[in-house]
C-alpha cells in the first residue's frame, strides 16, 4: 500500500522559512516522479513542484520560483520542499503526491499557515 | 494559470452532469494527458479519470471523460447521493509542470 507521510508544516513568518518533509512507503520510491500541490483555505489545488525520480528533471510555479526548492533522498525515501521568503498567500494545506502525468497518490496534507 | 472549470453543477439522482474543463494549447489541447479528482470536504483528493478517458480500478464505470480541443469533460452519468463533491481537472504541461482547474462543486438535488 502506497503512503506518504508529511511533516515540516506549521507557523511561519512572512519572510521566513519551513522545510516541509513527506516519508514514503509501499513502492520504489527511486523509480517515481513526485510533486507538491497545494490548497488554501476553501481554495482549489494548486500544482508547486515537481522531481523526477533521479532528481535531475526539476519544475516550479511562477508563484514560488525563486523561493521554493524541491528535492529528495532517494536513500531514505524522502521528498522535500524548502519554503523561503514565505508571503501569506503561501497559507494552504500542502500534499506530498506520486505523480507522473497524474496524480495517483495523494498523502494527507500538512498545513502551512504564513502570518505574523 | 488555471484551468476553467463552472463554479457548480447540479443533478437530480439519477440524472447525468457533465463538468467542462477549458485550457489552452500548451496544456489541454497540447497533451492527452488530462486527469480528472475527486475531493470530499476535509479529505485529500482522489483519482477518478486519467489519461482523458481511463478510470483507475474501483472507479465507477458512471464516470467518463472526453477530451474535444482545448477542453475536457468529465460526465457522471446515474447521479448518487455520494457523488455530491467537489471535482479537479487537471492537464499535464510538460517539462515536470501541472496546471489544475479552479474546481467544480457538484450538488445532487
Known amino acids: 500500500e502506497v503512503q506518504l507521510l508529511e511533516s515540516g508544516g506549521g507557523l511561519g513568518q512572512p519572510g521566513g522559512s519551513l522545510r516541509l518533509s513527506c516519508e514514503v512507503s509501499g513502492f520504489t520510491f527511486k523509480n517515481e516522479a513526485m510533486s507538491w500541490v497545494r490548497q488554501a483555505p476553501g481554495k482549489g489545488l494548486e500544482w508547486v513542484s515537481s522531481?523526477?525520480?533521479?532528481?535531475?528533471?526539476?519544475n516550479y510555479a511562477d508563484s514560488v520560483k525563486g523561493r521554493f526548492v524541491i528535492s529528495r533522498d532517494n536513500s531514505k525515501n524522502t521528498l522535500y520542499l524548502q519554503m523561503n521568503s514565505l508571503r501569506v498567500d503561501d497559507t494552504a494545506r500542502y500534499y506530498c503526491?506520486?505523480?507522473?502525468?497524474?496524480?495517483?497518490?495523494w498523502g494527507q496534507g500538512t498545513l502551512v499557515n504564513v502570518s505574523s | 494559470s488555471a484551468l476553467t472549470q463552472p463554479r457548480s453543477v447540479s443533478g437530480s439522482p439519477g440524472q447525468s452532469v457533465t463538468i467542462s474543463c477549458t485550457g489552452t494549447i500548451t496544456d489541454v489541447g497540447n497533451y492527452n494527458f488530462v486527469s480528472w479528482y475527486q475531493q470530499r470536504p476535509g479529505k485529500a483528493p482522489k483519482l477518478i479519470i486519467y489519461?482523458?478517458?481511463e478510470r483507475p480500478s474501483g472507479v465507477p464505470g458512471r464516470f467518463s471523460g472526453s477530451k474535444s480541443g482545448n477542453t475536457a469533460s468529465l460526465t457522471i452519468s446515474g447521479l448518487q447521493a455520494d457523488d455530491d463533491s467537489d471535482y479537479y481537472c487537471c492537464s499535464y504541461a510538460g517539462s515536470y509542470s501541472y496546471v489544475f482547474g479552479t474546481g467544480t462543486k457538484v450538488t445532487v438535488l
Open positions: 489519461d482523458v478517458t
Open positions: 522531481i523526477n525520480g533521479a532528481g535531475t528533471g526539476i
Open positions: 503526491t506520486k505523480a507522473w502525468l497524474f496524480v495517483d497518490s
